[in-house]
């Protein structure tokens, strides 16, 4: 494997990987629980990146991701790190 | 009517069935392959056995005791001599057999491995997986467990299982046979099963294997008498007498001892008639047809597809109390109303409650009987049904109806006719967007076709050269006011495709604005009350006076339905773009500008009142509502063809004369053309033609060949059009936007142009050459498709070829692009159906996961968008600064080309190439 980093890939979105704190604030601001969220694979691209950056990242966490958007120029969504399933 | 609910479903459990499971619901034991004995009575134990059910209407059923409608309908069952394999099972029994220990039957996995994946089953649902998750973990489980050598529990060698399509499994080359599929299956312990996603209470493998077939009641597949008396059976039923009479066969070879070779091709043929009787159209294996050749309808071919039970017969369902006729215009309606015929209107009802209130008016109603006669020449609603209170339905006739009047009392509900203001849903197929059914109030009239006003075609993409349209009448009050606050075509004048009025002026109602207002003509009494007849507007305001005589301007009487404090500044359509507006003193009169509810100049045309760009009608929706708009729209029809009436208005074939002076110029321009493309041809061959950066030599030559020949069309379109004036009925039309473009002028006066196909110039035909008129390899103008003629000086019989060609491509792509849209349309539908949006501004699915956390990412709500943007800041600054602002604002510069003039320009194509009655069926897609 070569060293490229996905996330640094126009077509990519910047992916932040959410502090515990954060994760709750955005939760309770929602107001929903963490099953409700869209999810990620374990085994995305983008989350083998922030696995470099912040060690192993474990199932449940929250992924906080920067889209550019038509309609609102940036916008943020969330998603949930799930399990990976080998294809 | 409203039945109360006594059981509500907690939930729906989805299960395999066990052979016990089908012996036990059996009513009866099926062995004998005959249905009927000679008296014409079943026989018992037969596939028509009177304990399966009835279906003639007397009898009783020996199971339950209960008469035709009443009973449901047992099962029995047929005891298999030999088990078989369900083919819709054979991908769940493959995964099994792969990742089953093939001497011990446990999973091929160790503890720790199975503990792992048990455990990440469990964990799917504490983060919101759904069933797509849990099909993905139990597939990588059974991957993972099939991949083994050797088995972890007894140390087996494993070895290699392979389908042989569609029911047949092989075992390292060695055949296995359905008995030792079952055997194997049955040795699989129930907690070696969650591992791959398998409930072992629900399902237990070997179950996966047939023992027992369940052969479905008689209900289910009812026998038919023909007229000639002859009994005609059910493909269910045919089918199975296959599957007795060779389980009959093999039986008896069976306990006979017959010689293994016979036995075994029974076996197989039994396996192909349950195979068939489960799904006729299994890859692999021929259909079982009928005598005819027809092939038979078994049990998945009932449930699949468009024509299957599910989406033919539980999604969508024939209807009561609906209407379809052909449709035609009728301006003087309102844009919320349409026209009934008295006939559909005296067949479609409308329930009424009785109440103290209304028992007088009702009892008069019914009085009428059921086809009143006209009084005074008009419309008089009678009564079909009334309904008592003991759930009784009575017809009226002329001779009970005075008797029933009298005994009708609150609580009976009359079903009376339907009469004006009534409200009903009105639709137009292919049912595209959500404004091709809206709620409109009735109005009954003479003649035989439902009309409606002619600003709402395009919502419903209709026109009237034969299309017919469905009505339904709405049954209860709660259906009404929600059609009515949610469907009625006011409310839908904005399109949610781009920000703006889909509703709107079309055709002559825009060559009839421009009349009325193109350059403020005057306007006579006696035409003045011709056009405002019928329309509620402002007062008149003082006349001019010109020679005693009284005079209004067109402007003043469109300001007329304005409302008073209305004020807009653009550019109409008849603009043409100069370098520097002149705004005010423009001398084509393109520049609007309404103050006060006072249009004070310009032109209104499409861009004023037109569907799709019209900006006035835009303004009065978003400011004034859509009660305003409706009233504006209701009055501009009226005035437009009022104004079109007056001033006449007409369009032939001479409207596109042009001098012979011109036609001459145009020849010499085209012969121009075609002379350079010569020589660029002849430069070709002698290799001096210079080679464009990223093309091959022939590709240089033909773009420098279109180029010169759009440049010769474009010439010759401009030769024509300064001999054709604004005072041509045909350059009205297309620069106000009514009808028709510049392009379709020029190619009628001046020259049709370049023939394409796949955007390149005609070449396929012949060898070398698309005609024989030509020489092979001849690259010229003519050769490859240039017509040179116009649609009104005719083409040469070469010229006319070329055009077929492409018009050829333009159809098949119409007819391509549709029926591949459609699908599209479909399955984006089915994606996207259950998805809400929540009060918290949440997009949801019906499992109240989010998919978007803010509607659109930016909570705009497309219909009340201006073209997409949530705020229109130009009017805006408008409103605040006044006339300062057209300052600032760059008026009409700004997006003028948006979506919406996309969309139009691609309907109207659609319709001129009268593709509309496509079918857009794509067939079985599930």
Same mark, same amino acid.
């Not at chain 1, 085994?43 to 309609?71: F, M, W, Y």
């Not at chain 2, 026998?223 to 059910?234: A, F, V």
């Not at chain 2, 019928?534 to 402007?555: M, V």
């Not at chain 2, 091959?696 to 010439?715: H, I, S, Y």
């Given at each position: ?22 994760? +709750?604030?955005? /939760? ?34 929250? *992924? ?5 958007? #038509? ?8 998603? /949930?790190? *799930? ?5 | 009517m409203m039945r109360?609910v ?29 249905? $009927? ?32 409608d ?36 446990? !999973? ?21 997986? #759904? ?21 972890? @529990? ?10 042989? =399509?569609?029911?047949? &499994?092989?075992?390292?080359? @060695? =055949? ?8 194997? %299956? ?11 996603? *398998? ?13 027992? !077939? ?8 009812p ?10 059976? #059910?493909?269910?039923?045919? =089918?199975?007498?296959?599957? /007795? ?20 091709? %029974?076996?197989?043929?039994? +396996? $192909? ?29 009932r449930l699949k597809g468009k024509e299957g039970r599910f989406r033919s017969n539980l999604s969508g369902k024939r209807v009561n109390f609906s209407a379809r006729t052909v449709i035609s215009p009728d301006p003087t309606l309102s844009i919320n109303e349409v026209g009934v015929p008295f006939e559909a209107a005296r067949e479609l009802t409308v329930p009424v409650h009785v109440t103290?209130?209304n028992?007088?008016n009702l009892?008069?109603m019914i009085?009428n009987g059921n086809t009143p006669e006209f009084?005074?020449?008009k419309y008089v609603p009678g009564v079909n049904y009334v309904i008592r209170t003991?759930g009784r339905r009575v017809r009226i006739t002329d001779?009970n109806s005075?008797?029933i009047?009298?005994?009708l009392?609150?609580g009976y509900v009359v079903e009376r006719h339907l009469m004006d203001n009534d409200v009903v849903l009105f639709n137009r197929q292919p049912s595209l967007h959500r404004m091709s059914m809206m709620a409109h109030t009735v109005r009954v009239m003479p003649a035989k076709t439902f009309r409606f006003n002619l600003c709402v075609c395009p919502p419903y993409n209709a026109d009237f050269d034969g299309d017919e349209m469905n009505l339904h009448v709405l049954q209860s009050d709660e259906a009404r006011a929600e059609a009515l606050i949610l469907m009625r075509v006011q409310e839908h004048i904005?399109s949610p495709r781009?920000?703006?009025?889909i509703i709107?002026?079309i ?6 604005? $421009? ?39 067109? @402007? ?14 653009? =550019? ?39 569907s ?14 859509s009660?305003?708009?409706r009233?504006?729209l209701d009055?501009?029809t ?147 498709? &240039?017509?040179?003629?116009? $649609? ?7 010229? &006319? &070829?070329? @055009? ?14 549709t029926s591949?849209s459609g699908y599209?349309q479909r399955?984006l539908i089915s994606?996207l159906e259950d ?16 998919? +978007?956390?803010?509607?659109?990412? #930016? ?36 997006? +003028? ?10 309907m109207?194509?659609m319709e001129?190439?009268e593709f509309e009655e496509l079918d857009y069926d794509m067939g079985g897609d599930d």
């Amino acid at each position: 494997m070569s060293d490229f980093n996905v996330l640094t890939h126009n077509l990519i979105p910047e992916h932040h990987l959410m502090s515990e704190d954060e994760a +709750q604030q955005m /939760l309770s601001e929602l107001n929903i629980t963490r099953d409700q969220l869209p999810k990620i694979r374990k085994g995305d691209a983008c989350i083998k990146v922030l696995e470099r950056i912040h060690g192993p990242i474990e199932e449940g966490r929250i *992924i906080r991701i920067v889209r550019k958007s #038509d309609t609102a120029e940036s916008f943020e969504v969330y998603r /949930l790190v *799930i399990k990976d399933v080998k294809r | 009517m409203m039945r109360g609910v006594s059981k509500r479903i907690g939930s729906i459990r989805f299960a395999t069935i066990s052979p016990d499971e089908i012996r036990r619901m059996s009513a009866t034991k099926v062995i004998t392959a005959d249905t $009927y004995d000679d008296d014409g009575f079943p026989i018992d134990m037969g596939l028509m056995d009177p304990h399966l059910g009835v279906i003639e209407p007397g009898l009783r059923c020996k199971t339950c005791g209960n008469k035709v409608d009443e009973c449901p309908g047992h099962f029995g069952h047929i005891d298999l001599a030999m088990p078989v394999i369900h083919v819709g099972m054979v991908r769940e029994l493959k995964k099994l057999l792969e990742s089953t220990c093939r001497s011990c039957g446990r !999973l091929l996995m160790t503890k720790e491995e199975a503990a792992e994946a048990s455990e990440a089953m469990d964990a799917v649902d504490d983060l919101g997986g #759904d069933y797509i998750d849990y099909r993905l973990m139990a597939r990588a489980a059974a991957r993972g467990a099939s991949k083994k050598e050797f088995c972890p @529990h007894c140390g087996q060698p494993q070895e290699k299982i392979t389908l042989d =399509k569609p029911t047949t &499994f092989r075992e390292g080359g @060695h =055949k296995l046979t359905p008995k030792e599929v079952r055997e194997r %299956l049955e040795r699989i312990p129930d907690e070696d099963l969650p591992p791959l996603g *398998i409930n072992p209470e629900t399902c237990r493998p070997e179950w996966m294997v047939l023992t027992a !077939l369940a052969v479905p009641p008689v209900t289910v597949r009812p026998s038919i008498t023909l007229e000639s008396g002859d009994r005609s059976e #059910d493909d269910l039923t045919h =089918k199975m007498v296959d599957v /007795l009479r060779i389980n009959q066969r093999l039986r008896e070879n069976r306990d006979a001892g017959a010689p293994q070779l016979i036995v075994e091709d %029974l076996w197989e043929l039994l +396996q $192909y008639h349950v195979t068939t009787y489960f799904d006729n159209q299994t890859s692999g294996i021929p259909p079982a047809r009928h005598r005819s050749g027809r092939p038979l309808k078994t049990l998945v071919q009932r449930l699949k597809g468009k024509e299957g039970r599910f989406r033919s017969n539980l999604s969508g369902k024939r209807v009561n109390f609906s209407a379809r006729t052909v449709i035609s215009p009728d301006p003087t309606l309102s844009i919320n109303e349409v026209g009934v015929p008295f006939e559909a209107a005296r067949e479609l009802t409308v329930p009424v409650h009785v109440t103290p209130g209304n028992v007088e008016n009702l009892r008069q109603m019914i009085l009428n009987g059921n086809t009143p006669e006209f009084r005074d020449g008009k419309y008089v609603p009678g009564v079909n049904y009334v309904i008592r209170t003991d759930g009784r339905r009575v017809r009226i006739t002329d001779r009970n109806s005075e008797l029933i009047s009298e005994s009708l009392e609150p609580g009976y509900v009359v079903e009376r006719h339907l009469m004006d203001n009534d409200v009903v849903l009105f639709n137009r197929q292919p049912s595209l967007h959500r404004m091709s059914m809206m709620a409109h109030t009735v109005r009954v009239m003479p003649a035989k076709t439902f009309r409606f006003n002619l600003c709402v075609c395009p919502p419903y993409n209709a026109d009237f050269d034969g299309d017919e349209m469905n009505l339904h009448v709405l049954q209860s009050d709660e259906a009404r006011a929600e059609a009515l606050i949610l469907m009625r075509v006011q409310e839908h004048i904005m399109s949610p495709r781009f920000g703006g009025p889909i509703i709107g002026a079309i055709h002559d109602h825009i060559t009839g604005t $421009y009349l009325l207002t193109h350059q403020n003509p005057l306007f006579t009494k006696q035409q003045v009350l011709d056009v405002l007849t019928n329309i509620n507007h402002r007062p008149l305001p003082e006349p001019h006076i010109i020679d005693g005589k009284e005079y209004w301007g067109g @402007h003043e009487l469109f300001s007329l339905i304005l409302p008073e404090d209305l004020r807009m500044t653009f =550019k109409a359509s008849i603009c043409q773009n100069c370098p520097t507006c002149k705004k005010e003193d423009c001398e084509l009169d393109a520049f609007v500008k309404v103050r006060h509810g006072i249009l004070v100049q310009g032109t209104i045309d499409e861009k004023g009142v037109g569907s799709f760009k019209g900006k006035i009608l835009d303004k009065i929706t978003r400011d004034y509502g859509s009660e305003k708009a409706r009233e504006f729209l209701d009055n501009v029809t009226k005035m437009a063809i009022g104004a079109i009436m007056v001033k006449g208005f007409t369009t032939g074939i001479d409207d596109e004369d042009i001098p012979a002076e011109a036609t001459a110029q145009i020849n010499d321009a085209l012969s121009d053309a075609i002379k350079k493309v010569s020589d660029l041809v002849a430069a070709y061959h002698e290799g001096i033609l210079e080679q464009m950066p990223g093309r091959t030599l022939d590709e240089t030559l033909e773009v420098e060949v279109m180029k010169v020949l759009g440049r010769a069309r474009d010439e010759a379109g401009q030769i024509a059009g300064r001999h054709l004036g604004m005072d041509n009925s045909a350059v009205i039309m297309a620069r106000s936007g009514a009808r028709g473009s510049m392009l379709n002028l020029s190619q009628m006066a001046g020259c049709i142009g370049q023939q394409a196909v796949r955007g390149e110039r005609l070449s396929r035909g012949y060898w070398n050459r698309t005609l024989p008129h030509f020489r092979k390899g001849d690259l010229g103008a003519e050769a490859k498709g &240039f017509v040179k003629n116009s $649609y009104k000086s005719g083409l040469t019989p070469t010229e &006319f &070829f070329f @055009h077929a060609m492409g018009g050829r491509e333009g159809l098949v792509d119409t007819a391509v692009r549709t029926s591949r849209s459609g699908y599209m349309q479909r399955r984006l539908i089915s994606a996207l159906e259950d998805l809400k949006l929540k009060q918290d501004g949440t997009v949801r699915n019906t499992a109240d996961t989010i998919i +978007q956390i803010h509607y659109g990412e #930016d909570g705009i709500d497309p219909t009340r968008s201006v073209s997409g943007d949530a705020v229109d800041v130009d009017d805006v600054l408008s409103e605040v600064l006044g006339d300062e602002a057209d300052l600032l604002t760059r008026i009409g510069e700004t997006r +003028q080309v948006g979506y919406a003039t996309v969309e139009k320009d691609l309907m109207e194509t659609m319709e001129e190439e009268e593709f509309e009655e496509l079918d857009y069926d794509m067939g079985g897609d599930d």
